[in-house]
Each structure stands twice: as structure tokens, then as C-alpha cells.
């Protein structure tokens, strides 16, 4: 079974903290993406990245950033945390090629700001 | 751009009724379409895909079938389970890469 792994299921942060939402996948995928889960807004993506250190905008990347130094590992960083940002986020990822589309989704962190 | 409606819920059904979620889309060219569900405290995973136009999706007793004419993908399940208590997210892929557009999500609420 693929996994995909966030490293906190809640996280409580204050606003203007640097924070950061780390995601391991085992299955070698080479795709991987970082969205944010909000009531009646359903999944927005804020970038995802196709290789080792490249990375593209999503939708809403404003006020984050990305870091993918290793194939398995992806990172999503509030560089100043508001409370604006205060989500749920989820992390996902899929092969290349034709089977792009099907993601496969960590169980998400639960980020509050304060 | 890319977008997907699908219906407010949440929808609460009795258990053995008949349920559809209705979905529709905007998309250029020939999209994939999927029914991905998120079940309570994990992530979403895939429930069903169709590739083309009069493609049928089904998995676990449910089914989706791909009207190109009238842009929709509605789920549907003959009888339901109060195990099929989730979230229910219409999605597309437009090819070109790999970026899914999800619709807003549509809670489903099983009771005995």
C-alpha cells in the first residue's frame, strides 16, 4: 500500500511563527502536492513539485513556500505565520505519466493560528 | 479555467436508500473525470475514474457514469451503508500535466 505520511495530525502556532508541514511518500512517486482543505472552498492547491528540487505554483501559493530536497520528502513552509492561515493541509502524491491523476493523500494536519 | 460544481450537503439518508450526488464541469479539451471520498480523520483516496466520453466508473457499489453532453459525472449507489458515511469530492484532470481540480465536497450521512 502507498503511504503518505505528515508529520503532525494538529499543530497550534502563533502568528508571524515559521512553520513548517513535512510529507514522506514510500512509493518513489515523482509527483507530490501540498493543498489546503477550508468549508465550501473543498481542495485548493498551493504548489506541487514533479522532481527533486523543482517546484510550481498552485492556485493560492501566496504566503507559503516549498522545499523538495529529496524524492520522498516534501515540505511546506509558512515563512510568517497569520491567522488567515489556519487550515486544514494535505499532502498528496502520484506517478508521472498516465496515471498522474490518482493521488494518494496523507490524512492531513489540522493548523491553527493564534 | 478548470472548475467543478457539485451539490451542497450534507446529505443524510437512511440506510438501503438510493443515493446520487450530482457533479458537472467545465473543462477544455477532454478531461479525466474522478469521484475521490474522504472518510472521517483520513486523507481522500480514489473512488472511481472514467477516461472518455460514455465511460461508466464503479468501485464498492457505486457508479459514475461520463455524459459529455451535458458535462456531468453523477455518483450514484443503489443501497447505501452507514460505513458510507464521508465526504464525497468530484474531480478532473485536463491532461497537460498533473493538476487535479476538485469540486467543494459533498458530506454524506448514513443513518440506521
Known amino acids: 500500500d502507498v503511504k503518505v505520511t505528515q508529520s503532525s495530525r494538529y499543530l497550534v502556532k502563533r502568528t508571524g511563527e515559521k512553520v513548517f508541514l513535512e510529507c514522506v511518500q514510500d512509493m518513489d512517486h515523482e509527483n507530490m502536492f501540498w493543498y489546503r482543505q477550508d468549508p465550501g472552498l473543498g481542495l485548493r492547491l498551493i504548489y506541487f513539485s514533479y522532481d527533486v528540487k523543482m517546484k510550481e505554483k498552485g492556485d493560492i501559493p501566496e504566503g507559503y513556500s516549498v522545499s523538495r530536497e529529496k524524492k520522498e520528502r516534501f515540505s511546506l513552509i509558512l515563512e510568517s505565520a497569520s491567522t488567515n492561515q489556519t487550515s486544514m493541509y494535505l499532502c498528496?502524491?502520484?506517478?508521472?505519466?498516465?496515471?498522474?491523476?490518482?493521488?494518494?493523500f496523507g490524512p492531513g494536519t489540522r493548523l491553527t493560528v493564534t | 479555467g478548470d472548475s467543478v460544481t457539485q451539490m451542497e450537503g450534507p446529505v443524510t439518508l437512511s440506510e438501503e436508500a438510493f443515493l446520487t450526488i450530482n457533479c458537472t464541469y467545465t473543462?477544455?479539451?477532454?478531461?479525466?473525470l474522478f469521484w475521490y471520498v474522504q472518510y472521517p480523520g483520513e486523507g481522500l483516496q480514489l473512488l472511481l475514474k472514467?477516461?472518455?466520453?460514455?465511460d461508466k466508473g464503479s468501485n464498492k457499489g457505486f457508479e459514475a457514469t461520463y455524459r459529455k453532453e451535458t458535462t456531468s459525472f453523477h455518483l450514484e449507489k443503489g443501497s447505501v451503508q452507514v460505513s458510507d458515511s464521508a465526504v464525497y469530492f468530484c474531480a478532473l484532470n485536463s491532461g497537460g500535466y498533473q493538476k487535479v481540480t476538485f469540486g467543494t465536497g459533498t458530506k454524506l450521512q448514513v443513518i440506521p
Open positions: 473543462a477544455t479539451g477532454y478531461p479525466s
Open positions: 472514467a477516461t472518455k466520453a460514455d
Open positions: 498528496a502524491s502520484s506517478l508521472s505519466g498516465g496515471r498522474a491523476y490518482e493521488q494518494y
